[in-house]
């Protein structure tokens, strides 16, 4: 039998039991991806000391069943707090990440074909880039071509340090506009 004191939420509709555990499995969520962010991502976030001090308590918990129990202590406090907002800054954070690893592998892409094909490749990344500095680029390349063939499976400090002055020029690049995909 229902309880006439009850209240209704403010839309006038009630919550399912179903709704309501997905919406804890959420926070929960959230709870762990908290434990998982950087510190210095944590202290922009918007939430009080001892929130930050309970996240911190859990990462020091090394026992399984006690991290879990303090994990969903975690959850309980963020469920009296506007969590979506903190999400809402963790995914914004993520996306971030997920972009700037996209660009790295599309320099290292490049870099290494620069590497293995050469001044073709050189002139199809110059059809997209009319300022390049082709000679510094050439000379870097055939720096790195010139380099033994065994130092390419197992690098010396030489060809990491040319390897990594091409990442930079085209990191370089990058920066100013985005690097093309490579065409095959």
């Known amino acids: 039998m229902t309880d006439p004191t009850h209240e209704l939420p403010e839309s006038g509709e009630l919550t399912s039991r179903s709704q309501k555990k997905r919406d804890a499995q959420d926070v929960l969520s ?7 962010t950087p510190d210095a991502i944590l202290d922009t976030l918007p939430f009080n000391d001892s929130l930050r001090q309970l996240i911190d308590k859990v ?3 090394h026992a399984h069943g006690a991290r879990k129990r303090e994990l969903q202590f975690l959850a309980k406090h963020l469920r009296q707090i506007d969590s979506d907002a903190i999400s809402a800054y963790l ?11 996209t660009q790295q592998h599309r ?3 490049w870099r290494d074909c620069l590497i293995s094909v050469g001044i073709p490749a050189l002139n199809q990344l110059s059809a997209h880039y009319r300022s390049i500095p082709r000679s510094a680029f ?4 055939r720096q ?13 400090d030489r060809y990491k340090a040319l ?3 091409l990442f930079d020029q085209l990191k370089f690049l ?3 506009e985005p690097l093309p995909d490579l065409e095959s």
């Not at 959230?30 to 998982?36: F, T």
């Not at 995914?91 to 690893?101: A, K, N, T, Y």
């Not at 050439?138 to 390349?141: A, N, Q, S, T, V």
């Open 30 to 36: 959230l709870a762990s991806r908290l434990l998982e």
């Open 59 to 61: 990462r020091s918990i």
């Open 91 to 101: 995914d914004d954070w993520q996306s971030g990440q997920v972009r700037i690893r």
């Open 107 to 109: 320099i290292e892409v």
């Open 138 to 141: 050439i000379d870097l390349i």
């Open 144 to 156: 790195i071509q010139s380099l033994p063939q065994a130092i390419e499976t197992s690098p010396d």
């Open 163 to 165: 390897s990594r002055k």
């Open 174 to 176: 990058n920066e100013a």
